[in-house]
């Protein structure tokens, strides 16, 4: 192992800009400097499916020098879901697409950005198929571990670019988020994951914005999180739905002063189940640091987050993005598909959505609007910020969410009970982040949720860096991440 490979490990994007900008590494090195980690720590975690390694270096060989990079040579890695980069493979963790090794036709309007960034993409991180799960263990490529403790779940569906940023391979990694998926990887690597207001990034040219989905990345600390949304955020063409810009780059968030804030916490689950001792003990941790911080705290929350019948319209909606991305499968392969191409929850879900009328799906998207009114209405009443645990549980060990073909739904069963606080904002629109700010007597991360308000992420950003320093999680270093 080089030492180049070691030295950067945990230095993260800003900073390693800031090397190649400065000309004591080229974007070459840093690159390699990357390949060898990956090469190094993924069979342990499985963190990536599709490498392109040549391709990156002619890449970083011919990037331009331009002052209009501010992430120019730094090594990442897009999630393989959505993030269509023309010429490279994509299977969005399907084993039928991984099996037709097809190649991107157009790229994302999110990895232009990327691109322009000068960010130098040489691969992708795994995901369970269509995002469906909030673990990464698909039938295509594997499970993806958690560099903490590798008998455990990386979460999903983020869970490969978690992976690879927690063990140190690249320092941040895109990320999609439709239920909690930039928030329960984060979580279950000890990371920091902002999931965006609806409508902050474009979903362009072919993913719906105003559906439960949004993309960014997750990362080690809060100001490359920053930095990821100044380069990524803003509208494109036919855009339906656009948040409120921002005044100033988020960049100049971090250390920003909150001010005195008004900030309830949620530490049981809102609707019946159990709940791990310390997802909670981390939120009244959390609280208390808070309060001596200055802010005004308390237990409370919005009292929408308690309609039980919040769920099932959520699964609904779930369901029949599983039947749209089942015609999308077919459609690349020019055939018919069949149980076979999918995993067994997957099409259990999009059969179930051929049962649903257009009038059963037009009246979940109205219940859906009304609970996005009632849950914002606590914000608009005079809160700031809603702390919550990010996930039900510690992470779980592996093969916890897989199928069964006597209960076919069962990975979704699960999921239910281990993601209670994540998919609410997806439905509300708003901006949440998970930060690593609590750890089991193991040594597991526990991620602790905060909401805003709707086009609040400068905000969120300004509160995380105060916590980040407040609770620094920068000198932990996960078991799986020991380079050789």
Not at 176 to 201: E, F, Y
Not at 288 to 316: C, I, M, Q, R, Y
Not at 421 to 436: D, E, M, R, V
Not at 447 to 470: C, H, K, P, S, W
């Amino acid at each position: 192992m080089s030492s180049l490979a070691k030295d950067t490990q945990w230095v993260d994007a800003i900073d390693q800009a800031e090397l190649v900008r400065s000309g004591k590494v080229s974007p070459i090195e840093l690159l390699d400097a990357a390949i060898e980690r990956a090469e190094q720590l993924n069979p342990a975690i499985n963190a990536l499916t599709y490498t392109w390694f040549d391709q990156a270096r002619e890449m970083a060989k011919n990037l331009p020098k331009s002052s209009s990079m501010p992430l120019r040579g730094v090594p990442f890695i897009l999630k393989d879901l959505h993030a269509a980069m023309k010429g490279f493979p994509l299977s969005n963790g399907n084993k039928a697409m991984k099996a037709a090794s097809l190649n991107s036709e157009y790229t994302a309007e999110i990895v232009n950005r990327f691109i322009n960034a000068g960010l130098l993409i040489f691969g992708r991180g795994n995901s369970p198929e269509f995002g469906s799960v909030p673990t990464t263990e698909p039938e295509a490529w594997g499970p993806t571990r958690t560099p903490w403790d590798t008998s455990r779940m990386a979460g999903g569906s983020s869970g490969g670019s978690a992976a690879a940023v927690a063990a140190g391979i690249v320092p941040a990694a895109h990320a999609t988020d439709g239920g909690g998926s930039v928030r329960v990887p984060a979580a279950c690597c000890g990371l920091v994951g902002l999931k965006v207001s609806q409508g902050r990034i474009t979903g362009a040219p072919l993913r719906d914005e105003t559906n439960l989905g949004v993309e960014l990345a997750v990362t080690r600390t809060v100001r490359d999180t920053a930095i990821m949304l100044d380069i990524t955020q803003g509208p494109a063409v036919g855009d339906r739905v656009i948040a409120p810009p921002p005044t100033r780059p988020y960049l100049e968030e971090v250390g920003a002063p909150t001010g005195k804030l008004k900030i309830g916490f949620l530490d049981h689950r809102p609707i019946s189940g159990e709940l791990d001792e310390d997802c909670a003990e981390g939120v009244r941790i959390v609280a208390k640091v808070l309060e001596g911080l200055g802010h005004h705290v308390e237990a409370a929350w919005p009292k929408a987050l308690e309609d039980a019948s919040f769920p099932p319209k959520f699964t609904a909606l779930w369901g029949t993005n599983m039947a749209v991305a089942r015609e999308g499968v077919a459609a690349l392969l020019g055939r018919e598909v069949t149980q076979d191409d999918f995993e067994l929850v997957n099409w259990t879900m999009a059969e179930y959505s051929k049962r649903t009328s257009a009038t059963d799906y037009a009246n979940a998207i109205l219940s859906t609007s009304h609970y996005r009114r009632a849950v914002q209405q606590w914000w608009a009443d005079g809160w700031d910020i809603l702390v919550t645990p990010t996930t039900g549980h510690i992470p779980l060990p592996i093969g916890s969410f897989d199928n069964d073909p006597s209960d076919p739904m069962k990975p979704m069963k699960v999921a239910a009970d281990f993601v209670p606080f994540t998919p609410a904002f997806n439905t509300s629109g708003q901006p949440a982040i998970s930060l690593p700010l609590h750890w089991t007597a193991d040594g597991l991360p526990v991620g602790i949720q905060f909401v805003a308000a709707y086009g609040r992420e400068d905000l969120l950003i300004r509160l995380a860096a105060q916590l980040e320093t407040a609770m620094p999680w920068a000198h932990r270093r996960p078991v799986a991440s020991q380079l050789k």
